[in-house]
């Protein structure tokens, strides 16, 4: 019923930049929060940002001023703009939407299927 379909990962030098794009299709009546999560190996999934469709977006520390979240609700897509690449950035990155659906009208939570960021010379 809902499909959200990240882009954009892959390999980049440190200092380096990438965008991710998570965009979310199906019989969605209205989406809430979006956000972007990571894990890397042997590690625990953890937030980097998040941003509601209304209201002030939320960053982990080890991103602050280095990673841009934004949304286009006309297009159901959340972005992750991403400077100033570490090594320790390298990991899976999961979009994540919560959304109401057209069906049912609960809300739940939705993932992508995960984008590998690899940061390495």
């Known amino acids: 019923q809902v499909q959200l379909v990240e882009s954009g990962g892959g390999l980049v030098q440190p200092g380096g930049s990438l965008r991710l794009s998570c965009a979310a299709s199906?019989?969605?009546?209205?989406?809430?929060?979006m956000g972007w999560y990571r894990q890397a190996p042997g590690k625990q999934r953890e937030l980097v940002a998040a941003i509601p469709s209304g209201g002030s977006t939320n960053y982990a520390d080890s991103v602050k001023g280095r990673f841009t979240i934004s949304r286009d609700n006309a297009k159901n897509t959340v972005y992750l703009q991403m400077n100033s690449l570490k090594p320790e950035d390298t990991a899976v990155y999961y979009c994540n939407a919560n959304l109401r659906l057209i069906a049912t009208m609960t809300r739940s939570d939705y993932w992508g299927q995960g984008t590998q960021v690899t940061v390495s010379s």
């Open positions: 199906g019989s969605i009546f209205s989406i809430n929060a």
